[in-house]
């Protein structure tokens, strides 16, 4: 019997050549985990700097608060609320005279007679225009005044307390403004006369319904008449000493209704208009683009033919592909004017705030972004239907329901939470979008007129992403105006951050939920 | 026979009205679109294609953007470029009433294509280079540690932030913080950043999709860790990574955001490879064709004579970006289907 020889053992000792290379292969692993972190760094880098770029102004808006009130900018604005109030009556009479106009023309009154009927109305409007001189003109006296003496308290804050600059001479200034208190008692007194007589001897107005509206308004200036002495009160109180709280300049920004740059008189930061904007074109987006997305998911997922399907998803794939700008331009060119053409169509007349007056608003923005959201959605959610086990289906075909029943009651259930998630990330996609907003919702800061119901929807707006590639380019670095636009720029990232967040939360408990 | 029972024929009914209003939803979307492409394509195809050879308007692709003079000339009217204009003026003189100018309407886009030509491929190779090293090193080395999970949370939170916030980012630490001003290298960077996420998603799942036994054989065999990597799973995955890459393609063309304050200037008279020193050439800005468009359609009116420009732009622009996203399309099924381990 041949003894077996002994074999070599299998396993060769650790050469040196081994060893060398494995040091090569660190470096190697290494240099790939140094790209593997490119990704936390940049966010961690997008997070650092535009909190280094945009953290300053809170600083900045507080010195800007300070200023206001301590140079009597805002003891002339109340008195300015006052007077644009007293405006806003007025344009409500002239609209009033308007509509009774119109209603005259419907009837087939020659134009010179509804005129000449109205005539006791336009009398009485003027007059009660011309009520408000007194208060107009010490405004505009005291805007300058203040205005004045905010610039040089500026100059002042800028030269520092180097000893070449010359003193102001505030309280002098202030004195002066201050003066305006007994100006503005005797204004209102004026002011309540006036108005008192006017509404003893207001023409009656033809149309009975216009009438009550007219009544309406007269209480409206006697509430108005009424309350005039409360600012003459809130003058007397305030102080240009008060100190501004330090989170004024926070809630300034996060809450306030104003967004007006290079204005001459007062800058105000408030992110609420550009908020606004962003929320009502998405909510139009979402309107659209949920029902479309998610139907068209279920209709490709479950119910369409394999020719069909072999055509249409990629389709769908391929609108994801269209560049924004785009779409932007095609909104300018087609949409906006379309849209208008339709709401004056005679068959939209019932609608009460048809035809609209602008073409590029809300509506028109929505649209197009809901053509960008649509693949979004229509991908990840037919993604979740499609990953339903088929356990889950054949088991509801056995029990007896057909195709309908099953996709309500047991695939759109199970997949609720991929598909949710899907419509959140759409939203993501939808509020971060720059080129459609930026060149299809009329570009106006200004919150939208909400007591006209649904036609706050056909207004333009402006939304943060458009204020940041509008103005941007034209900015002063280092200017407040710049790190505002940066603080909108991190708003924009928490609210997209959170979106993301809670999309994949959904995701994970999909993912659980079907096993 | 029996009949169908009504409880069932008034539910077969229901069903497919059901069905007929999923069907309608999905064609309504379908229609929008094909719509917003015929207008385009047809509107744009008077501007970009001619009825004579060469049957494209070589002067809107190869000229530079000029400045529109519409006057009056003896009863006729003259629509002529600022080129045309001046050579005009020299044997006319003056013109009679003042010209009216519109601004880009007359020459063509040539700068804004090669631009976007330029910023594309430069942030693609660095967005390639390190999307690729990220997925090797995610599929490949990485165990699932707390710095693994903290890195995929980066990369799925960094897909949803918005091109504008990116083009914040860029401006803030490229062109100021490293004072490279508006340039080509701050727009490589910007875009090159901002598509990462979606590079490395793709990527590595064409990695992952390359057998788990190819990578044990290679390494039964004694290669190491690397020569694994780069003889077995790169060549079989490096396809799957690019034609997924293609799409990242055609949103780094089709972005605009990001590059209005890091890269792109709204006028421009010198090319790209006109710079003084070479060095100079990756620190200049250039026109892009995106934002080409966001100019003419917002800066100028709505008329007869902007209408060139304007569709014309947007149908080179829309073609080019649909052509690369189509191969990418057309490709993938391809592989889908040919594709099976």
Not at chain 2, 33 to 44: E, P, Q, R, S, V
Request: a neutral charge; proline letters at 5%.
């Amino acid at each position: 019997m041949p003894v077996l020889a002994e074999s070599p053992p299998m396993v060769p000792p650790r050469t040196r050549s081994l060893v060398s290379t494995s040091g090569a292969e660190q470096a190697i692993k290494a240099f790939f985990g140094g790209n593997a972190l490119v990704a936390l760094l940049v966010l961690a880098l997008i997070t650092v700097f535009l909190f280094r770029e945009g953290f300053g102004f809170f600083g900045q808006n507080l010195n800007n608060l300070r200023l206001y009130r301590s140079a009597g900018l805002e003891y002339v604005d109340f008195i300015r609320v006052e007077a644009e109030k007293h405006s806003e009556l007025t344009r409500a009479l002239n609209d009033l005279r308007l509509r009774q106009f119109q209603k005259m023309q419907i009837e087939g009154v020659a134009p010179e007679q509804a005129n000449a009927s109205l005539a006791t109305f336009d009398e009485f409007a003027t007059a009660f225009s011309d009520t408000s001189e007194p208060l107009n003109g010490l405004v505009s006296d005291l805007s300058e005044q203040a205005s004045a003496l905010k610039e040089q308290l500026f100059a002042q804050a800028e030269a520092g307390a180097t000893a070449g600059a010359p003193p102001v001479e505030r309280d002098a200034a202030l004195a002066v403004l201050r003066a305006g208190t007994q100006q503005y008692d005797q204004a209102v007194s004026g002011v309540s006369t006036g108005v008192d007589q006017l509404l003893s001897t207001a023409p009656p107005l033809p149309e009975a319904k216009l009438q009550q509206t007219f009544d309406k308004w007269k209480q409206r200036a006697r509430d108005y008449v009424a309350q005039l002495p409360a600012a003459g009160e809130k003058l007397r109180a305030w102080s240009p000493d008060t100190p501004v709280p330090w989170y004024r300049a926070i809630s300034a920004f996060l809450f306030g209704h104003d967004w007006i740059t290079a204005s001459f008189w007062q800058d105000w930061y408030g992110i609420r208009p550009l908020l606004v904007g962003s929320i009502m074109v998405s909510l139009v987006a979402l309107f659209f683009a949920v029902p479309l997305g998610v139907a068209s998911a279920v209709y490709v997922s479950e119910i369409a033919s394999r020719h069909e399907k072999r055509i249409i998803k990629p389709y769908i794939e391929f609108i994801s592909a269209i560049p924004s700008v785009v779409l932007g331009f095609f909104g300018i060119a087609v949409v906006g004017t379309a849209v208008r053409a339709i709401s004056e169509l005679p068959m939209f007349s019932w609608v009460s705030f048809f035809p609209i007056s602008e073409r590029l608003n809300v509506f028109t923005a929505g649209l197009l972004l809901a053509l960008m959201a649509v693949p979004t959605i229509f991908t990840l959610a037919e993604d979740a239907l499609r990953n339903v086990p088929r356990g889950f289906k054949e088991a509801s075909y056995a029990l007896g329901a057909n195709r309908l029943q099953t996709i309500a009651r047991v695939l759109v259930p199970a997949s609720l939470s991929g598909i949710v998630s899907a419509i959140l990330l759409g939203l993501g996609r939808v509020i971060g979008e720059t080129m459609v907003v930026l060149l299809c919702a009329g570009n106006r800061i200004d919150i939208p007129d909400f007591t006209q119901g649904l036609g706050a929807f056909f207004q333009p707006v402006h939304t943060m992403t458009g204020i940041i590639a509008q103005e941007m380019g034209e900015v002063v670095r280092g200017s407040i105006h710049y790190r505002a636009l940066f603080m909108v720029g991190l708003v924009l990232f928490t609210i997209t951050l959170l979106i993301n967040y809670f999309a994949q939360k959904l995701v994970a408990r999909y993912r659980m939920s079907i096993g | 026979m029996t009949s169908v029972r009504p409880h069932l024929r008034r539910s077969r009914i229901i069903e497919r009205i059901a069905f007929w209003a999923f069907r309608i939803a999905t064609y309504i979307v379908l229609a929008f679109a094909t719509y917003i492409f015929l207008d385009i394509g047809i509107k744009g195809a008077r501007t970009v294609f001619t009825t004579t050879a060469p049957f494209v308007n070589t002067t809107f692709l190869f000229d530079r953007p000029q400045t529109l003079y519409v006057f009056e000339h003896e009863g006729q009217k003259m629509t002529l470029g600022d080129t045309d204009f001046r050579a005009w003026k020299e044997t006319h003189g003056e013109p009679a009433v003042d010209p009216t100018t519109v601004a880009y309407s007359a020459g063509g886009i040539w700068p804004c294509i090669v631009g976007t030509a330029l910023l594309v491929v430069g942030s693609m190779v660095l967005a390639l280079f390190v999307g690729i090293s990220s997925a090797i090193y995610l599929s490949e080395y990485s165990r699932n540690g707390r710095f693994i999970k903290l890195v995929r949370i980066a990369i799925l939170n960094l897909a949803g932030v918005p091109s504008i916030v990116f083009g914040l980012f860029g401006f803030g630490l490229f062109v100021i913080f490293f004072g490279w001003n508006v340039s080509l290298l701050a727009g490589w960077f910007t875009l090159g950043l901002m598509i990462l996420p979606a590079i490395i998603t793709a990527s590595e799942e064409s990695l992952r999709a390359v057998p788990q036994g190819l990578r044990e054989g290679s390494l039964a065999l004694g290669a190491t860790k690397w020569q694994t990597i780069r003889k077995n799973v790169l060549p079989y995955a490096l396809p799957g990574i690019l034609t997924s890459s293609i799409l990242g393609i055609a949103r780094v063309a089709g972005e605009t955001a990001p590059i209005m304050f890091t890269a792109a200037y709204a006028m421009r008279d010198e090319m790209p490879w006109q710079v003084s020193r070479a060095s100079d050439f990756v620190f200049q800005g250039v026109m892009a064709l995106p934002y080409h468009i966001y100019v003419v359609s917002s800066k100028i009116p709505q008329n007869e004579y902007t209408e060139r420009v304007q569709y014309g732009a947007a149908f080179v622009f829309l073609a080019l970006v649909m052509l690369i996203a189509l191969t990418s399309i057309v490709l993938r099924e391809k592989s889908r289907s040919r594709l099976s381990w």
